[in-house]
């Protein structure tokens, strides 16, 4: 496993890298770096400065990174890794930071106009059957398993935890606001909505997938051929979401039409936003927001339901790792 282990930490080293140095080309074009610029913002020398020494900051951080990942692969210990990645997302973070203090000052309003879509939102996708896979997978493992009372426990964890992935999907499809109402842009974020709810199917069945494994087979007897798949699938899940992501925009926005008037960003006002990833609006009925500097959506923490939410994921979590032990 050794080899799958390096191929795991540099594959996922290499994405978040990439997208670190990308991301503010990524997101929609009237932010930049969390901050609601004009579009034609982006090509003044003062924007292009900024932007270069983001990009020197991650590749330096990128590059400090490799070293845990590089004891990871010499002492074959996965844990190496996961400090190599974090090491990664931390300096990103600095970056980020520090470019969005140099924007702050070329801040503008967005526009108050707002567009209401009449056609109905797509549900989840694949239907009631896809999303009701990983449960029944879950069900026939704890039959198959009725050797022994001990993965009960971890079935039910894991569960309780496609549970809480299948709110959040709910939440992001029906509690999740619509920036365009028409035409290309309107397809785009669509289309990256779908994207979204379908990593978080994925997330599902992998969670499913992890728990009837360690049901089926004791720790130590594990087929490599499951471990491997499981890794693999893994990797795939993020390879595809990156390349499909990175192809749309954060939000589906690169093909967002822009205008010389006050510019539409996110509909969102910066002073709702904390450090430019942290949103918090009492008045906003949404659960969930695009992110502002990232691939994804970000809680609305003003909404009493998405700390209901959040308390749920932190159960779910929480039990999946009682569990385990």
């Not at 990174?65 to 997302?89: H, M, N």
């Not at 797509?122 to 069900?139: D, N, Y």
């Not at 993965?151 to 992935?165: E, N, T, V």
């Not at 728990?211 to 007897?221: F, K």
Request: proline share 6%; charged share 15%.
């Amino acid at each position: 496993m050794t080899t799958l282990h390096t191929l795991h930490g540099l594959v996922l080293w290499g994405i978040s890298a990439a997208l670190s140095y990308a991301m503010p080309r990524l997101t929609r074009p009237e932010l930049y770096f969390a901050v609601t610029v004009r579009a034609a913002f982006r090509a003044r020398p003062e924007a292009r400065s900024i932007l270069r020494g983001y990009h020197r900051r991650v590749v330096g951080y990128a590059a400090l990174a490799l070293i845990p990942i590089g004891l990871g692969a010499w002492r074959d210990q996965a844990a190496w890794y996961s400090v190599g990645t974090l090491a990664l997302t931390l300096g990103s973070t600095h970056a980020f930071l520090v470019a969005r203090r140099a924007v702050a000052p070329f801040a503008v309003a967005p526009s108050s106009e707002r567009e209401a879509g009449l056609a109905p939102r797509p549900g989840l996708p694949g239907g009631i059957i896809a999303q009701l896979g990983p449960f029944v997978l879950l069900a026939a493992t704890a039959a198959r398993a009725a050797r022994e009372p001990s993965p009960y426990g971890a079935l039910a964890a894991a569960a309780l935890l496609c549970g809480a992935l299948l709110v959040t999907a709910r939440c992001l499809a029906y509690q999740s606001p619509q920036i365009h109402a028409a035409g290309r842009a309107q397809r785009d974020e669509r289309r990256f909505r779908r994207i979204t709810l379908g990593v978080v199917l994925g997330a599902e069945y992998l969670t499913a997938g992890k728990a009837c494994g360690a049901a089926l087979w004791p720790a130590h007897d594990t087929p490599d051929a499951f471990r491997a798949a499981i890794e693999l699938a893994t990797l795939g899940l993020v390879l595809v979401t990156t390349i499909v992501a990175t192809q749309l925009g954060q939000g589906g926005g690169r093909h967002a039409p822009t205008s010389s008037a006050a510019p539409i960003g996110d509909r969102t006002r910066d002073a709702h936003w904390t450090w430019g990833v942290i949103y918090a609006n009492r008045d906003d009925p949404a659960v969930f927001v695009e992110k502002r500097f990232g691939i994804g959506y970000a809680l609305n923490l003003g909404n009493p339901r998405a700390w209901g939410l959040v308390v749920l994921l932190l159960v779910a979590a929480g039990a999946s790792v009682l569990a385990r032990r």
